[in-house]
């Protein structure tokens, strides 16, 4: 009899262990960032302004190649893209916080970022350039020629990683596009951005015709930057190898005039 009551209880806490284990398993989060990210039927995009890859429309729409791609791959996972402006110094902080999903806004592969971030594979090619006002250029051709000017920089950007390099005098700035206002208003001397930007952004028909860019400090490519050990990663991969294959990258990157820096995919 008491072998059988021991039994009995022995089931019955089996039972309620069971019972328990299956609510916290319930009540866990995705241990993938794939299944966490289409649980919540969201893609949370970290950017920041950043023409010709994010910037938004004369009707508020976030649009430009990267942001024209992350609709495209939340649109392959089955989810909704949500753009959120982010400090770009603190882009590991807000991905580790989980307040985005991604860093995708034509950042550069430093080593650094590889080790912090669990990245894609390259998709564009870049430069780091150096921009001044048009009627100033011929003075700043190279790169002793521009040691004693006062610059504007992105914080925590591969901007700012070059003016350390040269042991330039610079001022950080919230994002590149603030770089290029300081510039114009004369506040500082010149700006280190994206190649990409500077195509997009200064001389004729753009929003300062008076800026060129001049001085090229660092080859460097693009890649997106996930939490660190994210299947996001391997997943956007195959997403642009299967784009680039179809043509869809190709096409993209000629809407915003900058094809020829564009990554052949694996």
């Known amino acids: 009899m008491k072998k059988m009551i021991s039994l009995a209880l022995a089931l019955a806490m089996g039972l309620s262990l069971a019972a328990c284990s299956g609510k916290d398993a319930k009540n866990t989060e995705p241990t993938s960032d794939l299944a966490y990210v289409q649980d919540k039927g969201t893609l949370v995009v970290g950017i920041t302004e950043f023409e010709p890859m994010d910037y938004q429309d004369e009707n508020g729409n976030w649009v430009g190649f990267d942001a024209d791609m992350a609709t495209l791959f939340a649109e392959s996972l089955g989810v909704d893209v949500e753009f959120q402006l982010i400090d770009w110094d603190s882009k590991i902080m807000e991905l580790d916080g989980k307040t985005i999903d991604v860093a995708w806004n034509g950042m550069t592969l430093t080593e650094d970022v590889k080790e912090a971030m669990e990245c894609s594979n390259p998709y564009f090619n870049n430069a780091q350039v150096v921009v001044v006002k048009a009627d100033q250029a011929d003075k700043y051709q190279t790169v002793d020629s521009i040691k004693d000017l ?117």
Not at 163 to 170: C, F, G, K
Not at 244 to 261: F, L, N, P, S
């Open 150 to 266: 006062s610059f504007s920089v992105e914080s925590g950007s591969a901007g700012m990683e070059q003016a350390d390099a040269y042991s330039l005098n610079y001022t950080p700035a919230k994002s590149q596009a603030n770089t290029l206002l300081e510039v114009a208003s004369g506040t500082s001397d010149a700006a280190i951005i994206d190649y990409l930007m500077a195509v997009a952004s200064t001389g004729e028909g753009t929003s300062y015709e008076n800026l060129t860019y001049t001085v090229s400090l660092a080859d460097e490519q693009y890649g997106v930057g996930f939490r660190k050990g994210s299947d996001l990663a391997e997943k956007l991969n195959e997403f642009f190898a299967e784009k680039y294959a179809d043509g869809t990258m190709q096409k993209v990157a000629e809407k915003y005039g900058i094809a020829e820096k564009l990554v052949e995919q694996p």
